[in-house]
């Protein structure tokens, strides 16, 4: 199972941090993932981080976003700072491991102009 929270509603400019907590040793996962969708979009990868650590961002968030996890806490997070209106989206998390993935229930993202 994975939880996220820290949603909300900020500014253009602002920033959040999104949690992922997992009922389950975070290094099961081969890779766990946030993906984000706007209204009426698909849902798309924003940043993932492996198993070993090695992180990766989409270019729209590169360098405003940061992925990483607490393994003591179970938890994965994304600092997102420089937030703009485009942010705005459901965030998911996701779980992947050999055989199987799993997602949050997501966490709604609201920057406003």
């Known amino acids: 199972q994975l939880v996220e929270s820290g949603g909300g509603l900020v500014q253009a400019g602002g920033s959040l941090r999104l949690s992922c907590t997992t009922s389950e040793n975070i290094f099961n996962f081969n890779v766990m993932s946030w993906y984000r969708q706007a209204p009426g979009r698909q849902r798309d990868l924003v940043a993932f981080i492996t198993r070993s650590g090695t992180t990766t961002y989409v270019d729209s968030v590169r360098g405003r976003f940061t992925i990483f996890r607490d393994g003591a806490k179970n938890t994965m997070y994304l600092s997102m700072n420089g937030l703009k209106p485009d942010d705005t989206a459901v965030y998911f998390c996701?779980?992947?491991?050999?055989?199987?993935?799993?997602w949050g229930q997501g966490t709604l993202v609201t920057v406003s102009s």
């Open positions: 996701n779980g992947q491991r050999l055989a199987s993935s799993i």
